[in-house]
C-alpha cells in the first residue's frame, strides 16, 4: 500500500507561482510514474503531468506546458509540481497519484493523495 500527501496549495495572484509537494510513503518502488492530476468544480479532472520515479522523464498536457515543471527528490520520496505565470483558470484542487507505468488518464493510477486547493486571482 502507498500513501500520498500534498501540500503546498493556497491563495496566489495571477502570473505569480507556487509549488506543491507529494510526499509518497508506504511500498512505493522506482518503477511508479508519479502524475499530478487537478479538478475545479464542475469541470472532470483533469492530467497535468507525470514523472518516472526512476529515469526523471517528464510529459505535461497541454494547458500548462511551458508554465509547470514536474520533478522529485528520490531521497526524500517526493515529487514537486512547480507552477509559474498562474492563470485563474488554474484555480482546481490538484492530486498527486502514483501507478506502474501509467499514462495521461486518471484511471491509470492506481494511489491518489488527498489534495490541495490552488486558488489563482484574477
Known amino acids: 500500500q502507498v500513501q500520498l500527501v500534498e501540500s503546498g496549495g493556497g491563495l496566489v495572484e495571477s502570473g505569480g507561482s507556487l509549488r506543491l509537494s507529494c510526499a509518497a510513503s508506504?511500498?512505493?518502488?522506482?518503477?511508479?510514474?508519479m502524475g499530478w492530476f487537478r479538478q475545479a468544480p464542475g469541470k472532470e479532472r483533469e492530467f497535468v503531468g507525470v514523472i518516472s520515479w526512476s529515469g526523471g522523464n517528464t510529459f505535461y498536457g497541454d494547458p500548462v506546458k511551458g508554465r509547470f515543471t514536474i520533478s522529485r527528490d528520490r531521497a526524500k520520496n517526493t515529487v514537486y509540481l512547480q507552477m509559474n505565470s498562474l492563470k485563474p483558470e488554474d484555480t482546481a484542487v490538484y492530486y498527486c497519484?502514483?501507478?506502474?507505468?501509467?499514462?495521461?488518464?486518471?484511471?491509470?493510477?492506481?494511489?491518489w493523495g488527498q489534495g490541495t486547493q490552488v486558488t489563482v486571482s484574477s
Open positions: 508506504g511500498r512505493t518502488t522506482s518503477s511508479f510514474a
Open positions: 497519484a502514483a501507478g506502474w507505468g501509467t499514462r495521461s488518464s486518471q484511471y491509470d493510477y492506481d494511489y
